[in-house]
């Protein structure tokens, strides 16, 4: 189903998983008028402590989902590992902002690799890897170190190894469980960057500055906002066009490599998110709208917001044991403090985030 | 009780009362880790939507402020209405901030103004009403026009009536419903301003810049920031002895009128909330920390956060039928637009507010 008329103030709108992202989200639509009904399997879901409606159910309950969907007007979700038929029964009943075909085509590396190379996209050099001799045929291809990477249901570097010189090809599909895989040419990248990006029902395009990331231990680690890159504008008509042709609705986030090659800079697609993405989190202070209330808007059917950067953005995320030192964050005067209610702290799990701003500036985004 | 250590996140804060306060306060509880459980007898109240543990009950039920009491770590609350019974139940089992003497002292207008006048800050003149004939003796004092309002549970012009020549002095008290009241003289002023400050637990003051208000029918329409007086140090010192004199934790509105004489100006106390105000909503965009944040900052022990403007600031109140225009406020990329999610549109009844922001350009506060 999809819709065209805005939702009026006092809709519902449904939010599929209820970690930091569903709770970001749900008070954006608070925010605008809007609730929100979170569905997630765990019944310590952060998002759940923001909102009225819940639904604590596996994702395939479809008697649980039948009614979730019979109080919301909208469905969309925080992560891209949906299953495909729980998105399809969602789908079915209710407008699903970002649709079916923008999870079917981030859920597997092979396919959104694919796409974005259909498109004229820039990505690492891959292959697809079914089997041991797969892979030794890939790794002849691309050299050493290379990547492999599940097709499906990895992240923060989970579902991944890099593979070096003598390491056995069995023993590395082994290591990633035997799934269907990708290998990937390794990216001896400069830096890495992202673009969050919204799209409306209409076809508007909204873009916030190009973010620089760091990560530690494959999670992300810090974002620095404006990215130190001339290739601003290539980033953006890169995303224009993913969103484009996805015919997508909402906030995505695309991450890619900066190479250097020959003195001159080139952009990489690593991945794309069909969601809010931890690397937006700066624009809860840093941008005149939110990405939360962004995705919000479009999803709502609501015209997109400005995205103008108010400064120097840096974003660091509290992780496990980081955010024990809340007591001395909370006593920074230039420290915005985020933290996402979770009671259980564990190594790698992003427990909160800290928003600084450098300067306030004004700039275009 | 009182508490001295911060309260750690994941604790929860009591919120008695479900408006718009309410809701505001419970999302900047969210931000901070930190859970809140809205006491509301409104089963529609706005708050409701955004935390997941609600009570919907009488103010006077014990047993249901028993539970309630029972589930929170310390208790504040979004009007000065709470029932003294009410605030001193819930102060013997938890900490409640602002305390109890906050409230007394600020439910009854005779008792607030005495205040007032016992530290030596100016008040419009006044005098206690109890019977027609100090009613009379009153106005011969203060003459016309002057103000006859209630010493309780007036708001938004609610329980006063102006006072002009040739009115029974009978006909006004039975205006007012009989009750106990006081006689202001009439305050021919030249501005309305405020200052919305918060004082911590270590008696800490951290105050916003001074703010104008404009009224319409007795509701606020318009606050900017920053107010044009030149008696912004003036405003901050009397509002800093009275959070000292009250021992006050918590952030607190001060009302004043700006009126000249003799070509100086000078500041009157009007009345004073020992709660987060209507006139602070732009620090939400507008402020390095808003005062939601801070408020909940103060009243969890925690240090009170940057209170520095952003730029100049504009919020308008959009009264009952003015939220109609949502889809147009959505549209336009300089208001930031913020809906309350109340099911039902009443004349007077606020929906919502929008914050414009006409410039980016810091400033302390």
């Not at 292959?127 to 170190?145: E, H, K, R």
């Not at 509290?318 to 964050?329: E, F, N, P, S, V």
């Amino acid at each position: 189903m999809t819709h065209e008329a805005p939702l009026a103030p006092g809709a519902t709108i449904g939010i599929l998983g209820g970690g930091q992202l569903g709770r970001m989200l749900a008070m954006a639509a608070a925010k605008l008028g809007l609730r929100a009904h979170v569905f997630c399997p765990d019944p310590e879901s952060p998002a759940f402590d923001v909102v009225r409606v819940t639904t604590v159910a596996a994702y395939d309950d479809e008697a649980a989902l039948a009614r979730f969907l019979a109080s919301v007007d909208v469905v969309t979700y925080e992560f891209e590992n949906v299953p495909e038929t729980t998105a399809a029964f969602v789908a079915a009943q209710r407008p699903l902002y970002p649709d079916v075909r923008a999870l079917a085509t981030t859920q597997d590396r092979l396919i959104e690799k694919t796409f974005l190379r259909d498109l004229g996209i820039a990505t690492a050099d891959f292959a697809q890897v079914d089997t041991a001799s797969d892979l030794a045929a890939a790794i002849t291809a691309f050299g050493y170190p290379s990547v492999l990477k599940t097709r499906r249901l990895g992240y923060d570097g989970r579902g991944q190894v890099m593979i070096r010189e003598g390491m056995d090809p069995g023993t590395a599909l082994a290591s990633i469980g035997g799934q269907p895989a990708i290998l990937e040419r390794f990216v001896p990248f400069e830096r890495e960057v992202s673009v969050v990006a919204a799209r409306d029902h209409a076809g508007a395009f909204a873009a916030y500055e190009v973010i620089e990331n760091e990560h530690e231990n494959h999670i992300l680690k810090r974002s620095i906002v404006p990215a130190a890159t001339g290739l601003a504008e290539a980033a953006f008509d890169m995303t224009g066009r993913i969103l484009d042709r996805l015919g997508y609705v909402g906030v995505m986030a695309v991450e890619m490599f900066v190479v250097r090659e020959d003195g001159q800079e080139r952009l990489i697609v690593n991945e794309i998110a069909p969601r809010v993405h931890n690397s937006g989190h700066w624009t809860l202070e840093g941008a005149v709208t939110s990405q939360f209330e962004q995705h919000i808007r479009a999803v709502a059917g609501w015209p997109l917001g400005a995205t103008a950067r108010l400064g120097d953005v840096e974003m660091t995320n509290l992780i496990g044991h980081d955010a024990d030192a809340w007591a001395q964050l909370a006593a920074d005067p230039a420290a915005h403090l985020h933290l996402y209610g979770k009671t259980e702290t564990r190594p790698g799990r992003k427990m909160g985030h800290v928003t600084r701003l450098f300067s306030a500036q004004p700039s275009g985004g």
